[in-house]
């Protein structure tokens, strides 16, 4: 490092990869003062400014806030405030589009002012060598302060280092960049202040040797820092133009040799860079007690009647700017926020300037050209030949294109400082850019939510290890509470009543496998005679209800013969009931056998009657002879066959219908008679 400090002090430069030419149409706005902007009527502040997340608001709709005032919290991390640029009222807190090149909305604060330019408390501290490191650091991130050199990175949580310790200390004035000019009247009217920026930076620091970096087309700029540089280890380096110069690594490279690894960070080279007007913001934010509520835009291009630079407050809408530089719009007027290579147009002209606002461009048609038309790529190597980070976008436009983006990450793709030089000079206008960032934007995206579903496993993991160790620690006391119970009960020369209990269901078990089993098979046979029994009864009601219409009217019937027919059919049915023993068992569902149907009085005729009594006889005789004998099965005796009607009544004495009805009636009195016992074995 002693080395390359003594070759920096002799006047040695270096030079970078690729870079371009562009038109600089820097003289539009660079040979004018600055002027101030003033104020106007409605300031609409975003919440979040910097590359962080936002912080808590501090306000509500209706509050009073004096200039400075901190609207929304600070805390450890990337969290930057921000701070009313005047006095006035909050009147809302909602969603407005911002200045960020998807035109999105974000939270934002609606202030008012009043006109009073009121400002709030201030601590200067002039003294700023008596400050810890820490409390510099802290008064740095409450002043609101992020890179004003387009980044907006936190400038607190970047000069922390990670502890590295700082060699060389740069200070970026390559404002290379077409039309911008910020820099440059910031460098030509603010120099002493600058260099107090850098005196405070020095003793937070303790850099060897601190360099200002300037492009050699700000001869005024390099004269007054040059004047004001008055420590022997400040060194105004001037260097040649060239774009883009001004990146972090490519100024590293050109003012020290040294290039930065891929993925690699200065800091850990022991370098640290800064752009000019964030060092001018650290100055009025430690000496004068200033938070960063005003920046200086440069209103260029040629649709400008007055181009030049001015101090404007943060959230001024860009509007009321245009109008206030006298802009003469044209038909279809673009307005570029940036310069014409990293800049985005404006959906809309109510957007807020905010800290990473440098300039605002307004350029005729005939001035810059929209691009045209996308053609195929020829191949041609310009873009690889122009990149100032030795990348190849020729093959990161491809892997882009057909979103291959693992094979576009493993060449770099995020080393890609999105200068546009490689667009630039496509023939084809290509643009390349554009491939690029919707690239990383869906890489960072996926990585997001990779982390989100590793959290949540995380999470789930660590909630179910937690429930394990919780039934653990209960099983745990369980045993030691049943483990106390049973040393207490035998100390007291009684019984374990949960051991007993055990016991006793154990013996219960063993007692009930000893017992004798069912007989199933049994009980099965006599569910299927219950349930054969039940379907005979249904077809005979069903055949009854099918015979009725032809049964003879009842003034045939004789009431005295039905009577004793059914008499005859009842004593039966009794005495082969009887026949079956006195010790008999009951139907196996503990109901009694039902008394057989007697018939109805339509159908009852002397000799119909004779011959069901027949009928009856001989089921009840077939009955007895199966109940004594136990050789003849249940199935059996219901599907053997019935007497013939010849053998009660002549058959030229009977009529077929009639004699087919009686049949139907005996055989369902026969099959309600007493069945024999089931035996349960």
Request: hydrophobic share 40%.
């Amino acid at each position: 490092m002693q080395h390359l400090l003594e070759r920096i002090k002799a006047g040695t430069l270096w030079d970078f990869h690729g870079g371009i030419h562009p038109p600089e149409n820097k003289h539009q706005s660079s040979l004018t003062p600055v002027v101030d902007a003033g104020l106007p009527p409605q300031l609409i502040i975003p919440v979040r400014q910097h590359a962080g997340p936002a912080g808590e608001l501090l306000v509500q709709v209706g509050d009073k806030v004096q200039k400075g005032q901190p609207l929304t919290r600070f805390d450890k991390g990337r969290i930057v405030p921000v701070h009313a640029s005047t006095s006035g009222t909050i009147t809302a807190i909602e969603q407005h589009t911002v200045a960020h090149p998807s035109g999105l909305d974000d939270l934002c604060i609606i202030l008012t002012p009043d006109g009073e330019d009121a400002w709030g408390e201030r601590k200067p501290q002039p003294d700023y060598w008596n400050l810890e490191r820490g409390e510099l650091l802290e008064r740095i991130q409450q002043a609101g302060i992020a890179g004003l050199g387009g980044a907006v990175f936190p400038t607190h949580s970047k000069l922390d280092g990670r502890g590295q310790l700082t060699e060389i200390l740069i200070v970026n004035g390559l404002e290379c960049e077409p039309y911008i000019t910020t820099d440059d009247r910031l460098m030509q009217e603010y120099a002493d202040e600058i260099m107090d920026g850098i005196r405070v930076l020095k003793h937070l620091l303790k850099p060897k040797l601190t360099l200002i970096g300037v492009e050699d087309n700000k001869p005024a700029a390099i004269s007054a820092l040059t004047r004001h540089a008055t420590d022997a280890d400040v060194l105004v380096k001037s260097v040649p133009t060239k774009y883009p110069s001004g990146g972090a690594k490519q100024t590293i490279e050109l003012l020290t040799g040294r290039q930065v690894a891929k993925g690699g960070r200065a800091v850990d080279m022991g370098i640290m860079v800064l752009n000019v007007a964030t060092v001018f913001a650290i100055k009025r934010a430690i000496i004068d007690g200033e938070p960063l509520i005003e920046r200086i835009v440069t209103l260029t291009g040629d649709a400008f009647k007055k181009p030049g630079n001015a101090w404007v407050r943060l959230g001024t809408p860009v509007r009321w700017l245009l109008q206030r530089f006298e802009l003469q719009p044209e038909a279809d007027q673009r307005v570029i926020m940036g310069g014409p290579m990293m800049g985005f147009t404006l959906p809309h002209a109510m957007v807020p300037v905010v800290k990473a606002t440098n300039c605002l461009l307004s350029p005729t048609r005939a001035e810059l050209p929209p691009p045209g038309p996308e053609q195929a790529c020829i191949r041609c190597s310009a873009c690889a030949d122009a990149c100032p980070a030795t990348l190849l976008p020729q093959e990161l436009y491809w892997y882009s294109r057909v979103k291959e983006y693992d094979k576009a990450e493993k060449l770099n793709l995020f080393d890609c400082i999105e200068c546009g030089a490689c667009a630039w000079v496509c023939p084809s206008e290509i643009p390349l850019v554009q491939y690029y960032k919707i690239a990383k934007d869906d890489i960072r995206e996926a990585r997001a939510e990779a982390e989100k579903a590793e959290r949540a496993k995380q999470r789930f993991e660590a909630k179910q290890a937690r429930f394990e160790r919780d039934k653990a620690a209960r099983e745990a006391r369980h045993a030691e509470a049943a483990a106390q119970r049973r040393q207490a009960m035998t100390a007291a020369g009684g019984e374990d009543p949960v051991a007993a209990a055990l016991a006793r269901l154990k013996a219960k078990q063993e007692a009930t496998a000893t017992e004798t089993p069912v007989d199933n098979a049994a009980m099965a046979a006599a569910r299927e005679a219950r349930k054969q029994e039940a379907l005979a009864r249904r077809a005979a009601k069903a055949a009854d209800e099918a015979a009725a219409p032809s049964a003879e009217p009842a003034a045939e019937v004789d009431p005295k013969k039905a009577a004793i027919a059914a008499a005859l059919a009842r004593a039966k049915a009794k005495k082969a009931a009887q026949a079956t023993g006195d010790g008999a068992v009951s139907e196996p569902d503990g109901n009694a056998a039902p008394a057989p149907l007697t018939e109805p009085a339509a159908e009852a005729d002397p000799k119909k009657a004779a011959i069901a009594a027949a009928l009856a006889r001989a089921k009840a005789k077939k009955a007895a002879q199966a109940a004594g004998d136990g050789a003849v099965s249940e199935t059996e005796s219901r599907t053997a066959p019935a007497p013939s009607v010849t053998e009660a009544e002549p058959a030229a004495e009977v009529d077929p219908k009639k004699a087919a009805i009686a049949a139907a009636i005996a055989r369902a009195k026969a099959k309600r008679l007493p069945r024999p016992p089931v035996t349960v074995r």
